[in-house]
Nanobody, 125 residues
């Protein structure tokens, strides 16, 4: 599976952005898919992950209530709607996929086999 992330940009605090992650060479079905981010000088951190059944969706506390992940399995595309953006959301955002596993493992980046290239999100104050 190859992943292609897009949609990043430069916005002001309080603005919104929607990131997309398109899969090719395979389908999202049967995979946990998620978003991670990495700011300069910091480790990659979990943002959100989901399964085909949206009840199995997890968010980092730092984005809960502001970010929403969704997936269109027919289009093999995942989205991250980011609202009320803050300067601390500035990072390169990566989409990723892994075979379905324990729910408790959805936030562990080392378990994700497939990664898209990062898309930069910069939020100015």
């Amino acid at each position: 599976v190859q992943l292609q992330a897009s949609g990043g940009g430069l916005v002001q605090a309080g603005d919104s952005l929607r990131l997309s992650c398109a899969a090719s060479g395979g389908t999202f079905s049967g995979y946990d898919v998620g978003w991670f981010r990495q700011a300069p000088g910091k480790e990659r951190e979990f943002v959100t992950a989901t399964r085909p059944n949206p009840i199995y969706t997890r968010y980092a506390d730092s984005v809960k209530g502001r970010f929403t992940v969704s997936r269109d399995n027919a289009k093999n595309t995942m989205y991250l709607q980011m609202n009320s953006l803050k300067p601390e959301d500035t990072a390169a955002y990566y989409c990723a996929a892994k075979p379905r596993g324990p729910l408790t493992a959805m936030g562990i980046s080392a378990l994700y086999n497939y990664w898209g290239q990062g898309t930069q999100v910069t939020v100015s104050s």
